[in-house]
Structures are given as structure tokens and as C-alpha cells.
């Protein structure tokens, strides 16, 4: 019950503390910025970037909540959320802010003794979509291949890393791993870009001045 009234209260309940601020003039004052996201996106993409965002804002405070599940950012538990996917989430406004491109990689061991039998990697999602969307792009039949479902994108790097199967490469968060030569393309396709992306997923009511500047931050750092 009380859940249920605090999601009813808490957009007045921000609009009084905004109003507040402006008042008061005191928008630079410490705040902590709630942020859910994969945990394969935060260590392969964001983290490495966050230092400008902190030397922009350091009255900032960034708290970086990692999951596998989407969290719940229309009921308050993070200020917002950026995920990987094709968006259609529920209660929320989601915005793609950077596309993906996507080609199967493997180590270069791996490679060499022959792909024909796989197994594909694949981190944990309710939909498979990057390797059925791939698949019917280029017209190959997977069918045949055995799959290994890892928890996490991150995991799913590394194994592929140990010569232990083919993984979908998400060129944004493998491209250190590419230009080192540890992972390779496994098959001679071309890159692939979809509808599959990244995007930042926001409450129904307006954000917290916070969160705009992490927004505009984002659409900056995802241009460059």
C-alpha cells in the first residue's frame, strides 16, 4: 500500500522539490543519480567514459546499479536506465541513443580448428533477437549449432576470449578486444546493423535535472 501511494505522490512530491531548487538557486548542490544498466555495458562502455561526466557535474554523484532485469524506473527505484535492445518497454519513455553493430566473433585459436560446429555464446535475454535477427539477415541457418546461454555479455566476451565458442560481437563494447586481436570475425559476413541498440529509458514525468544532464551528456559522449 504504501508502494502503491508513493508512485502516486512522487511526481507532485518532485515538482514541489524542483520548484524548490529553482527558488533557492541551489541546482549545484550533491545529488545522487541512480543509473540501472547491464553490467557488460557499464564495465565495457560507460565506466571508461564517466570521468568527463564526473569533471563536468561533480556535484553529481553517479551510482551505477547493475542487472540483468530491467529496473523498475516508473516505480522509483533508479532515476533511469539505459538498455540494450529494440525498446517497446512498458510505463516508460525509451529513447535509442546509439545504434549497434553486430558481427560473430571467436579467438583466433578457435578459428583456426573451424567454426562449423560452434557453440554459439549467448548471454541471458528473453529474446535472442541479435542472432535471429542476424541469421535472417544473411540467410544462415543456425540450426545446427549448439548454444551456450552464459549469464552476462561480459561472460560471454571472455569465453569467447578462451577459444570456447562463437559470440555475437557487439562491436561498441568489443572493440579494445578487436584492435588487440583477441577475438576475430568468425564468419565472412558483413557487419550487420539493426534496429538493436542502446537506449535510455526514462519515467513518464519529466526527469530531475540530474538526470538532464546525464542525458545530454549521453547524447554527447555517443556522437564521439
Not at 554523484?61 to 538498455?83: F, K, T
Not at 516508460?92 to 554459439?120: N, Y
Not at 583477441?182 to 550487420?192: G, H, K, Q, R, S
Request: hydrophobic share 40%; glycine share 8%.
Amino acid at each position: 500500500a504504501g508502494e502503491t501511494y508513493y508512485r502516486q505522490i512522487q511526481p507532485a512530491l518532485e515538482s514541489i522539490a524542483l520548484a524548490t531548487r529553482d527558488l533557492r538557486g541551489d541546482d549545484q548542490q550533491e545529488t545522487t543519480l541512480r543509473i540501472g544498466l547491464l553490467a557488460s555495458f557499464a564495465t565495457l562502455w560507460l565506466a571508461p567514459r564517466l570521468a568527463s561526466f564526473n569533471a563536468r557535474h561533480p556535484h553529481i554523484h553517479v551510482e551505477l546499479l547493475p542487472s540483468v532485469q530491467l529496473a523498475d524506473v516508473g516505480g522509483g527505484e533508479v532515476d533511469l536506465a539505459i538498455r540494450y535492445g529494440k525498446g517497446g518497454w512498458p510505463k516508460v519513455r525509451a529513447r535509442r541513443f546509439m545504434d549497434e553493430i553486430l558481427t560473430p566473433v571467436c579467438s583466433p585459436a578457435f578459428k583456426a580448428q573451424g567454426v562449423g560446429k560452434g557453440p554459439l555464446l549467448m548471454a541471458k535475454s528473453h529474446q535472442p533477437f541479435e542472432w535471429t535477427d542476424w541469421s535472417t539477415h544473411h540467410g544462415i541457418d543456425l540450426a545446427h549449432y549448439p548454444s551456450v546461454m552464459l549469464h552476462d555479455y561480459n561472460i560471454v566476451v571472455e569465453a569467447a576470449v578462451a577459444g570456447q565458442g562463437i559470440a555475437m560481437g557487439r562491436h561498441r563494447l568489443i572493440e579494445r578486444r578487436v584492435k588487440e586481436g583477441a577475438l576475430v570475425e568468425a564468419f565472412d559476413t558483413p557487419p550487420f546493423t539493426s534496429e538493436i541498440g542502446y537506449w535510455l529509458v526514462t519515467p513518464e514525468r519529466p526527469s530531475s535535472p540530474a538526470a538532464e544532464c546525464f542525458s545530454q551528456w549521453l547524447n554527447e559522449i555517443a556522437d564521439a
